[in-house]
Nanobody, 120 residues
């Protein structure tokens, strides 16, 4: 089993910044891609950004140039730096990790989610 613990959400004014963190723990053999997804009320969950173990990244068009994803492989942690936040970025943000463990093999794990609210 892999546990993902997110932190860093909160309330911020438009134009402000937040940094999300997600730490993976458990009997992890390897973590492949890690990423952030979000779900706004009444909408489907959508990809925000992903990063491979080698550092290759991919972003949703709506966040390109404003958000930056990074990871620390030694700490099994992924970050999302969010700048120039807009009200439409308001959502619950979920961490995702494609992981390999001795017990379950390769599986995608999800965090519990952290609320990001952009409002004046």
């Amino acid at each position: 089993q892999v546990q993902l613990v997110e932190s860093g959400g909160g309330l911020v004014q438009p134009g402000g910044s937040l940094r999300l963190s997600c730490a993976a723990s458990g009997r992890i053999s390897r973590i492949y891609t890690m990423g952030w997804y979000r779900q706004a009320p009444g909408k489907q969950r959508e990809l925000v950004a992903v990063i491979t173990s080698g550092g290759s990244t991919n972003y949703a068009d709506s966040v390109k140039g404003r958000f930056t994803i990074s990871r620390d492989n030694a700490k099994n942690t992924v970050y999302l730096q969010m700048n120039s936040l807009k009200p439409e970025d308001t959502a619950v943000y979920y961490c995702n990790a494609d992981s390999l463990t001795p017990a379950t093999g390769r599986y995608e794990y999800w965090g519990q989610g952290t609320q990001v609210t952009v409002s004046s």
